[in-house]
Structures are given as C-alpha cells and as structure tokens.
C-alpha cells in the first residue's frame, strides 16, 4: 500500500481497539494529542505541587528513621514529575511551556494538594490515602493506550506502593500509641477522607473528558468506579486502625457488594479548582519562587553543555 493510500485515523481506530500502544513518532488524531499533553502535563504538576505539603514536614519528623522515610518519599515525587514531564515532551510540548502554565494558573493539578498538613498524622494520612488513591487511579494508566504515559507508570506505581505502605503503617504506630496519638490520627482522617475521594474528579456525568478518554483508552475507568473502588478497598483498613469513617451515611449494601456512601461537597471541590482553596495561592506561590530561585542552575547547566559541545566539536575536527 502507498503511503497516500493509508488512511491514519482507521489506523489508529485499529491500534487503539487491538489494543496495540500508540508511540510518539505515530499518526494520531490532534485531539488525542491535546488530551494526553492536558492530562500528563497536569499529572506532572500534581506530582510536583504535591511534594509541598510532606516537605513541610522533613524538619519536624520524630525520628531520623521517618526523617529518611520522608525524604525519600518526596524525592520520588521529584521523580515522578520529571518522568512524566519527558512522557510529555514526547508529544511536542516544552517543558518550559508546561510548567509555565502551571505558573500562570492555566494548568491544572491535582486538587488534594490545596490543603494543609497541620500535623504529623497527616503524613500518615497522605501516604496511606493520597498515595492509595493515586495507585488505584494509575494501576490502570500502566495499560493507557499511549507507550511513553504507559511505561513511566510501571515504576511511578511501584513507588507508589511503597508510598502507601509507610503511610499505613504510621498510622498504625499512631493507632496503637497514647489516646493522644489515636486522636490524632482521626483527626486526620476527619480532614483528608473527603477531599481525597474528590482527588477521583467530578462525578461521571460532569466529567467533560471522559467520553473521548474511554474511547481511546486513555482512562479505563471511569472516576466514579475508581472512587467506589477506593472506599470499598479503604473502610476495612479504617476498621483494622480502630478508627471511623466520618461519613454518617456510610453503609454496606449487600445487594451490590459495595459501600453507599454519603454526597461529596462538590461546591468545595470545583472552588478549590478554580483557586479558591485553603492553600492554592500558597502553593503556586512557592512553585514560582522555587523556579525562579533555580534559574542560575539551569543557566549553568545550559552553559556547562554549551562548553563540552564546543569542546567535543574541536576534538572532532583536529581528529
Ligand atoms: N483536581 O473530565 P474530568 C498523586 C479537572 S498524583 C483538579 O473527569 P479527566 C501522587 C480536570 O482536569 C495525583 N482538577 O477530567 C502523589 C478537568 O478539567 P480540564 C494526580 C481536577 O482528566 C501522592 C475537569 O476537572 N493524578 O497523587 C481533578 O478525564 C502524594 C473535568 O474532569 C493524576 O493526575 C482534581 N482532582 O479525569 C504525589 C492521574 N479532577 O483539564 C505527592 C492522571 C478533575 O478539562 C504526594 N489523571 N479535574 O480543564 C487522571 O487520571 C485524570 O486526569 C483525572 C481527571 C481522573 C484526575
């Protein structure tokens, strides 16, 4: 067959149904191009705002062992966004076009990263739900039907895991520990319970994207099964801790073999979207700043392989 002869989107329909990867040097419709530059963009900005809060923490964790549990966390979120702001990349974007629309507010991240860690329980909390979460969301992105999103998940998931593991088994410690710990511990869970089921998105029926995401496999599942799926895997944990879901509507339905669970704020949820959260400003504030205070580092960084080119060019030719 002649080139002029193929017709690309039957292609793509084809590669997308057998469920073969789609690779960035391959046709795809601009459509597809723009929400996969859209959703790992914002991704990458989720991993990268969501290091503020913990990081609030490295100072005042109770023991070099957490302190070295945390650091690392952190670092793997580090990592997290750069893989995926190269996955990115791949689809003709800058990174500094990207991050510069994070910085204007014209990108989105995730909004569970709008809320304060006022204190050491939350970072229980955050690696046990805010990572739990994140799992069950990217469990599935390994299978996304675009290779470079697909693979950077694999190892993001694993870290992951890790993530969640130390955040449950700080909570425990908290569990078991003084009625003042324990209290502690609730009082995180109070905070963090509701805004994490938010980090799912709006409901079906308002999640504008979805449609065109499940057709191209971008998202397997829709933000409403995941966020049942959340609850379903998390009440037993919250029961295994002694603690209590602050959902009075909480119930178990032996009917579906599910959890209903009460309605979710979603005036809350589209006003810490647009902004108007309890730490947006405070958090795009110190994204800006920390961009600007590493200018000279990347300036030296470009200097320094500016240099060895020339260098290696000079080599070449008295060769
Ligand atoms: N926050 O049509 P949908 C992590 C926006 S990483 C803010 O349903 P979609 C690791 C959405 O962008 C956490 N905005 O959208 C970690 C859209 O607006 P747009 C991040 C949200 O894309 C742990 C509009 O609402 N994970 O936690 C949110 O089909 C601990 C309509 O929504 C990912 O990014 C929200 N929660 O589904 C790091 C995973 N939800 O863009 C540090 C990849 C929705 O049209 C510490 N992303 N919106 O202007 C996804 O799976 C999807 O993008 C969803 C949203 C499921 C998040």
Redesign the pocket.
């Known amino acids: 067959m002649s080139p002029k002869e193929i017709n690309f989107q039957e292609l793509f329909d084809s590669k997308i149904e057998d469920d073969v990867r789609i690779e960035p040097k391959d046709w795809m419709p601009e459509a597809y191009r723009k929400?996969l530059i859209?959703?790992?963009s914002?991704?990458a900005h989720?991993?990268v705002v969501?290091?503020l809060?913990?990081a609030n923490w490295i100072t005042r964790a109770p023991s070099l062992n957490r302190k070295l549990i945390l650091l690392a966390?952190v670092q793997d979120?580090a990592g997290?966004g750069l893989y995926l702001y190269c996955a990115a990349e791949t689809l003709g974007v800058t990174r500094a076009s990207t991050i510069d629309d994070l910085h204007s507010g014209k990108a989105?991240?995730?909004?569970?990263?709008n809320y304060p860690t006022l204190t050491w329980a939350d970072i229980g909390a955050?690696?046990w739900l805010?990572?739990g979460?994140?799992i069950l969301?990217?469990v599935p992105?390994c299978r996304t039907s675009y290779g470079p999103y697909a693979r950077a998940m694999v190892r993001v998931c694993k870290e992951?895991s890790f993530?969640q593991r130390q955040g449950y088994e700080l909570m425990l410690q908290l569990c078991q520990g003084s009625p003042v710990q324990k209290e502690m511990a609730q009082d995180a869970l109070n905070r963090w319970w509701w805004p994490t089921l938010?980090?799912?998105?709006?409901k079906d029926e308002?999640?504008?994207?979805?449609e065109l995401?499940m057709k191209w496999r971008i998202?397997r599942f829709s933000?409403d099964e995941?966020r049942q799926r959340f609850v379903d895997v998390s009440i037993p944990q919250i029961e295994f801790l002694g603690l209590t879901v602050p959902d009075p509507d909480l119930k178990f339905n032996e009917e579906t073999g599910h959890y209903s669970f009460g309605e979710i704020d979603w005036d809350e949820?589209w006003d810490?979207?647009k902004g108007k959260g309890p730490c947006n400003k405070e958090r795009l504030d110190a994204r800006r700043d920390a961009h600007n205070e590493g200018a000279w580092v990347r300036e030296a960084a470009m200097a320094y392989q500016e240099k060895r080119s020339l260098r290696e060019s000079q080599k070449r030719k008295q060769a």
Request: no cysteine; aromatic share 8%.
């Open positions: 929400t859209r959703q790992i914002q991704h989720s991993e969501g290091m809060p913990e966390k979120e997290h989105k991240y995730s909004s569970i990263f955050i690696g805010v990572d979460a994140a969301n990217q992105l992951e993530h938010m980090m799912f998105g709006p308002e999640s504008s994207n979805s995401s998202k933000n995941l949820f810490v979207v």
